[in-house]
């Protein structure tokens, strides 16, 4: 069984930066891709970024230009979300996100991030 661990979330205000990491507790673990999940309250948990374990990454249009997505380059399986310029609507917990295919997601616990105006 693999877990992954969330951490970096924290209350900040309109156009500070944060930065969230992830590490799974094995780093031998393949993963296809790793990404990051938010979910504000009373809404659906969306996409916010994924990397791949070839280095393609994608993003929600929401945070275009303002998050940065990426692998550790010396430890596999950590991966950051830099996000700069937060906004109020940046408000949620963010989950971890991990894919192997053929097998369901791995999730970590989450962790709130919230943006004061």
């Known amino acids: 069984q693999v877990q992954l661990v969330e951490s970096g979330g924290g209350l900040v205000q309109t156009g500070d930066s944060l930065r969230l990491s992830c590490a799974a507790s094995?780093?031998?673990?393949?993963?296809?891709?790793m990404g990051w999940f938010r979910q504000a309250a009373g809404k659906q948990r969306e996409l916010v970024a994924t990397?791949?374990?070839?280095?393609?990454?994608?993003y929600a249009d929401s945070v275009k230009g303002r998050f940065t997505i990426s692998r550790d380059n010396n430890t596999k399986n950590l991966v950051y979300l830099q996000m700069n310029s937060l906004k109020p609507e940046d408000t949620a917990v963010y989950y971890c996100?991990?894919?192997?295919?053929?097998?369901?997601?791995?999730w970590g616990q989450g962790t709130q991030v919230t943006v004061s105006s």
């Open positions: 996100n991990a894919m192997v295919l053929g097998r369901s997601p791995y």
């Open positions: 990397i791949t374990t070839g280095g393609s990454t994608n």
């Open positions: 094995r780093s031998n673990f393949n993963f296809n891709s």
